[in-house]
């Protein structure tokens, strides 16, 4: 299992619109990609002066998806964020490989 991690700090004076146009336009179109199992998005708990921190998760099976995700879709994708807020926010990306995931009341044998 694969996570795709994007982290954004955005400016607290477009956070309104940049959370209306993230649930209601990206985040669809980068579901609708077909490479991802499901997302979700989070805010950084820490307050921070100058912007407040949203982390994306997106899930995949495998790494030839992100690698299909990266090529075929993320530019267009990613692009538009940027022609929409430019100057106005902070991101980055990072890609976790799930080892192991636990649940309440497993034992390991």
């Known amino acids: 299992m ?7 700090k955005i400016n607290p004076e477009i956070q ?3 959370l209306y146009w993230m649930r209601s336009h990206h985040i669809p179109k980068v579901m609708a990609t077909g490479c991802f199992l499901k997302s979700r998005m989070s805010k950084l ?9 949203y982390i994306i998760q997106y899930e ?16 267009a994708l990613q692009k538009e964020h940027i022609d929409r807020y430019a100057n106005k926010f902070v991101a980055f990306r990072t890609i976790l490989d799930v080892l192991e995931e636990f649940y309440p009341n497993e034992r390991n044998s």
């Open 16 to 18: 309104s619109d940049w």
């Open 45 to 53: 708990e820490i307050q921070e002066q100058d912007g407040i921190t």
């Open 2 to 8: 694969i996570l795709y991690n994007v982290s954004v």
């Open 60 to 75: 995949l099976l495998n790494a030839d998806l992100l690698n299909q995700y990266m090529i075929h879709y993320a530019p």
